[in-house]
C-alpha cells in the first residue's frame, strides 16, 4: 500500500534513506527530530529497536528486508513511539511474541504493513490499535481462524491477509467495517458461504476473496455496494445465479467470476454497467444466450464467457465493442453464421478465442479485419473451403487454431511467409494439400490428418513439439533428425502414418529431451540405430515399418518407456532378458 505520507526527498535530519548492508547503527537514536527514517531494501540486521525508543518525532518507519529475527522488543519499542503513523516491516523474519497480547499506547499508528514474516496466526494485539486505517500480513504463514474483532478498528480502510491458510469462514465483525475501500481475502482457503451482510460494506472499491473454498450463493446485497469497482470470487464453489442487481453497480469495471459452479443466464442488466472492462464468467454452468446489451459496454476490454453451455448465435451487437481487446466465447453451444459485421469495431482486439461451437464464418472475400491479433483460435468453426485470405493481414500472429474448420485448399504461400514467426500453430483435421519447405513456428505445430507431400519440412531451432501425423510426406528422415538445429529442444515428434522411407538415422544423441516419438506406418527399412535406446523416451511407437534385426540388450537404457510398440516389423532373434 502506498504510503500516507508525504516528505520531502532529502530534509535536513528530518528523513534519513539508505543502501547499505550490515548491522543497523544505534547512533541513529541520536536524531532526536527525525521525523521519517527509511532503510528498506537493503540488507540489514539489528538484534534490537531499543535504540528507535527515544525517537519521539518518528512518523514513518520502514525497515522492509531486514533482519529482525532476534529483535523480540521490536513491537514492545515501535508501538510505544508517540508520533509514529507508518510501520512498514515487510520480509523482516519477525515472529510470535507469546509475552505480547495488547497495546496501551500507539493511538496514532495508522499504516501496519507486515506482510511475509513467520507470524503463526493474525496476531490479536492488532485489534488494540484502534486508529489503524491500513493493515497488510500477506504471506504464507498464517492460519487461521480470522479473529472476530474488526468491531474494535472501525476505521480500517485497507485489509489484506491474502496468501496465507486461515481455513475459516469471513467473521460477521468484517461486515460492519463501513470505511473499508479495500479487502483481500484471496488464496487463504476461505469455508463457509459469503453473507447478505456484504451489503454493509458502502465504502468497498476493490473486493478479492479469489482461490478460496466459498459456496453458497453470491448475494443480492452486492448490489449495494455503489462504490464496487473490482470484484473477484473467481475459483472457488459458488452455486446459484449471477444477481440481477449486479445491473446497479455504476462504478464496476472488473467482474470475476470464474470457475465456480454458477448456473441460470448471464443478467440483461449487465448492458447497465457503463464502466466495466473486464467481464469474466468462464467455467462456470450458464445457459441461455449472451445478452444483446453487451453492446452497450464502451469500456469493455476483456469479455469471457468460455466454458460454459450458453447457446444462441453470435451476437451482432459484439462489433459496437470498440475497446474490446480478448473475447473468449470457447466451448459453448453457440451456433448460426457470422460475418464481418461481427467485428465491424474491433479495432483493439487482440485475442479472439471461440472454439468449439458450432459456427459458420462467412465473410467477403476482400475483408480486411480491423484488428490485428496475437491469438485467434476458430477450431471447429466452419471457415472452408477456400482457405482463410483474411489471415493474410495478420501481422502479428502468434497463436493459430484453425483445426476442424473444413478447409479443403492448398497451403497458400503468403501464410509460410507471414512477418512473425507463429510460437503455437494447429491446422490438423483440414484437407490441405501441398508441400511445405519451412515452417516457421518456434515452439509447437500440428498440420496432422490433412493431405501434404513432398519431403519433411525444415523446423525453427527452437521447435518442441512436431505433430505431422496422418499426411502423405515422403522421403528420408536424414535431413530432419540429423541436420536439424531443434534436435536439442524437441520433445515430441509424431510423424506416423506417411510415406517416409529409408533409414532411421544413427544420430539421435542430441534429442536428449524427447520423450514422446512416433513413426509407425511408413516405409521405414533398417535396423533399430543404436543412438535411439540412449534417449529418457516414454513412448516408442515404430509399428507397421520393415524393420529387421535383432533388439539388443541396450534396451535396458530406456527405464522411462511406459508405451512400445514394434508391431508389425520383421524383426528377428529373442527378446532380451
Known amino acids: 500500500m502506498g504510503s500516507l505520507l508525504q516528505f520531502p526527498a532529502r530534509r535536513q535530519n528530518k528523513s534519513f534513506t539508505a543502501g547499505v548492508e550490515g548491522a543497523i547503527p544505534h547512533n541513529l537514536g541520536n536524531l532526536s527530530k527525525l521525523q521519517y527514517l527509511d ?30 529475527s532476534k529483535a523480540t522488543d521490536w513491537a514492545q519499542v515501535t508501538f510505544k513511539l508517540p508520533s509514529l503513523l507508518e510501520l512498514h516491516l515487510p520480509d523482516c523474519r519477525l515472529e510470535d511474541d507469546p509475552f505480547f497480547n495488547s497495546i496501551n499506547s500507539s493511538k496514532s499508528l495508522a499504516v501496519l504493513d507486515l506482510p511475509r514474516n513467520s507470524f503463526s496466526s493474525v496476531p490479536k494485539w492488532i485489534f488494540s490499535l484502534r486508529g489503524l486505517v491500513s493493515i497488510d500480513i500477506t504471506g504464507y504463514s498464517l492460519e487461521g481462524p480470522i479473529p472476530d ?3 474494535n478498528i472501525s476505521f480500517l480502510e485497507v485489509l489484506d491477509l491474502s496468501w496465507n491458510n486461515l481455513n475459516s ?66 475459483y472457488n464453489q459458488l452455486n446459484g445465479q449471477i444477481p440481477l442487481s449486479i445491473g ?25 454497467l457503463s464502466s466495466l472492462e473486464e467481464f469474466d464468467v468462464s467455467e462456470n454452468q450458464l445457459n441461455g444466450q449472451i445478452p444483446l446489451s453487451i453492446g452497450e459496454l464502451s469500456s469493455l476490454e476483456v469479455f469471457d464467457v468460455s466454458k460454459n453451455q450458453l447457446n444462441g448465435t453470435f451476437p451482432l451487437s459484439f462489433g459496437r465493442l470498440e475497446s474490446l481487446e480478448t473475447l473468449d466465447c470457447g466451448y459453448n453451444l453457440l451456433e448460426g453464421v457470422v460475418s464481418e459485421t461481427h467485428f465491424s469495431n474491433l479495432t483493439r482486439l487482440t485475442t479472439l478465442a471461440a ?21 485467434i483460435e476458430m477450431d471447429h468453426w466452419h471457415l472452408g473451403p477456400k482457405f482463410p485470405q483474411w489471415l493474410k493481414f495478420q501481422k502479428k500472429l502468434s497463436y493459430l487454431d484453425i483445426s476442424y474448420a473444413g478447409i479443403l485448399d492448398v497451403m497458400p504461400t503468403w501464410f509460410l511467409n507471414l512477418p512473425t514467426p507463429f510460437e503455437y500453430l494447429n491446422l490438423s483435421s483440414n484437407q490441405l494439400r ?21 519431403p519433411l519440412p525444415r523446423v525453427f531451432p527452437t521447435l518442441r513439439f512436431l505433430i505431422l501425423s496422418n499426411n502423405s510426406f515422403s522421403g528420408s528422415l536424414f535431413e530432419l533428425v540429423c541436420n536439424s538445429s531443434s534436435e536439442k529442444g524437441m520433445e515430441v515428434l509424431y510423424i506416423d502414418k506417411n510415406l517416409i522411407s529409408g533409414d532411421i538415422p544413427d544420430c539421435w544423441n542430441h534429442w536428449q529431451n524427447l520423450f514422446l516419438l512416433n513413426l509407425g506406418n511408413n516405409n521405414l527399412t533398417s ?51
Not at 446497479?248 to 447497465?272: E, R, T
Not at 501441398?434 to 513432398?454: A, C, K, P, T, W
Not at 515404430?542 to 508391431?567: A, I, K, W
Request: a negative charge; charged letters at 10%; hydrophobic letters at 35%.
Open 39 to 68: 532503510l528498506g531494501d537493503n540488507n540489514l540486521n539489528s538484534k534490537t529497536l531499543q535504540w528507535v525508543s527515544g525517537l519521539s518525532s518518528l512518523q514513518y518507519v520502514d525497515l522492509s528486508y531486514a533482519d529482525l
Open 434 to 454: 501441398g508441400e511445405i519447405s519451412y515452417l516457421n513456428v518456434r515452439n509447437s505445430v500440428d498440420l496432422s490428418s490433412n493431405r501434404f507431400m513432398g
Open 248 to 272: 446497479q453497480l455504476s462504478s464496476l469495471k472488473k467482474f470475476d467470476v470464474s470457475y465456480n459452479q454458477l448456473n441460470g443466464q448471464i443478467p440483461l442488466s449487465i448492458g447497465q
Open 169 to 234: 469462514s469471513i467473521p460477521n465483525s468484517l461486515y460492519s467495517l463501513n470505511r473499508l475501500q479495500f479487502l483481500s481475502l484471496s488464496e487463504t482457503q476461505l469455508q463457509g458461504t459469503i453473507s447478505s451482510a456484504i451489503g454493509n460494506l458502502s465504502s468497498v472499491t476493490q473486493l478479492d476473496l479469489s482461490s478460496n473454498q466459498l459456496n453458497g450463493q453470491i448475494p443480492l446485497s452486492i448490489g449495494q455496494l455503489s462504490s464496487l469497482e473490482e470484484f473477484d470470487v473467481s
Open 355 to 375: 472454439s468449439h461451437n458450432r459456427l459458420r464464418f462467412e465473410p467477403n472475400s476482400s475483408w480486411i479485419p480491423p484488428f490485428q491479433c496475437g491469438r
Open 527 to 577: 535396423k533399430i540405430p543404436t543412438s535411439l535406446w540412449y534417449l529418457s523416451l516414454t513412448m516408442l511407437n515404430l509399428r507397421n515399418n520393415t524393420l529387421f534385426g535383432e533388439l539388443p540388450y541396450t534396451l535396458q537404457n530406456s527405464p522411462h518407456l511406459r508405451m512400445f510398440d514394434l508391431s508389425e516389423n520383421h524383426f528377428s532373434g529373442s527378446v532380451p532378458a
Open 149 to 151: 474483532y474488526f468491531g
